[in-house]
């Protein structure tokens, strides 16, 4: 009996021996094969005479992708998430994005009371970028295109053509040019990447499509809209927006204009949402915060709150600036004119 259990102890022992000596000369021919490519990347920058500065930067940020990718697969590594559904395919991405994206007020309202919403936002509003070390995201008077959200990294901004960044620095999850998601903007500094970082862009032509195909959401995001540019004005218009006071008094406003909507109702060319909303019952209305005082820079500040209640019309009067409204009746207007 002694004799049957040491040979299976010996026969389990080197089964566990051969599947670590295996594993070794898996990674050992994996790294000797990153190895080769790096030597053939420095071979090709000195033939091509590419200069000191360039390669350098190359190189060290396809180092620091290299080691990011060996501990953290990405999706493209995975061969058979390519066999998912379409539908399969942006639930997943939104299990890797909205996380992200909850630091704002606005996104985490919409992430409890509108996920399909954000399901869709995420799948096909939101692209990641990766940026190496000295890599620019926007200069001084670009025409904003995206909101980024820092996921990681360290990104220097500085305003106008000032010599020193802003302090403190960004954070994780912490977002610049909000106004281009409400607004045409255009960026007032530089931004760029002072080493490996990556980022979330939210495409605001896409971000307006998804928001105007229900009333529930065209209207909360508008409502915001309208409160956000109001707030935006007072404080001073920056593409790194820091007003801890409207961010904090917003949210809970967010949230009981998003529950008033008991349903998600279809946006069509012969449905004014601010036709519909008027409809809307004593008790949904009342759900809503109330009309935003406009005397003066206090009680503005103090009435953040009650801005979200404003009415459609009003806010549609006051915030005739706003290009993602104008996007949207455009849309109508062009699908009447179709018909």
């Not at 979330?200 to 499509?209: A, E, G, H, N, T």
């Not at 935006?232 to 820091?242: S, V």
Request: aromatic residues 10%.
């Amino acid at each position: 009996m002694a004799v049957v259990v040491l040979l299976f102890s010996l026969v389990a022992f080197s089964s566990f021996v051969a599947s670590i000596s295996t594993s070794m000369t898996a990674l050992r021919n994996m790294n000797n094969d990153i190895n080769k490519q790096f030597w053939l990347l420095r071979r090709f920058l000195k033939q091509n005479k590419v200069a000191s500065p360039v390669a350098s930067r190359i190189i060290k940020y396809l180092e620091f992708t290299v080691n990011r990718h060996q501990e953290r697969l990405e999706v493209g590594s995975v061969k058979l998430l390519g066999f998912l559904s379409d539908g399969l395919l942006k639930e997943l991405q939104y299990e890797m994005t909205y996380v992200k994206l909850t630091g704002h007020p606005l996104f985490q309202v919409c992430v409890t009371e509108f996920e399909p919403f954000m399901v869709q936002v995420c799948a096909m509003a939101v692209k990641t970028v990766k940026l190496a070390a000295g890599d620019v995201l926007f200069n001084w008077k670009d025409v904003a295109q995206y909101t980024y959200f820092l996921v990681h990294g360290d990104v220097e901004y500085t305003w106008n053509n000032a010599k020193k960044g802003i302090r403190p620095r960004l954070k994780n999850f912490e977002w610049i040019a909000e106004a281009a998601l409400w607004m045409s903007w255009t960026h007032c500094g530089r931004c760029h990447a002072r080493h490996g970082t990556e980022m979330l862009l939210i495409d605001p032509v896409i971000f307006i499509q998804l928001a105007s195909r229900f009333v529930d959401t065209f209207c909360v995001c508008k409502q915001y809209a309208q409160v956000f540019f109001d707030s935006f004005q007072e404080e001073g218009a920056a593409d790194i927006f820091r007003c801890p006071e409207f961010y904090d008094s917003v949210t809970d406003a967010i949230r009981a204009a998003a529950m008033s909507f008991s349903v998600d109702e279809p946006l069509t060319s012969s449905a004014d949402p601010d036709e519909k909303t008027k409809r809307r019952t004593g008790a949904q209305r009342k759900a809503t915060v109330g009309q935003k005082s406009r005397r003066g820079r206090s009680a503005a500040r103090t009435g953040v709150l009650r801005g979200l209640g404003t009415s459609n019309a009003a806010a549609s009067g006051a915030a005739s600036g706003i290009h993602w409204i104008r996007v949207c009746q455009r849309r109508k207007t062009d699908t009447a004119a179709s018909a």
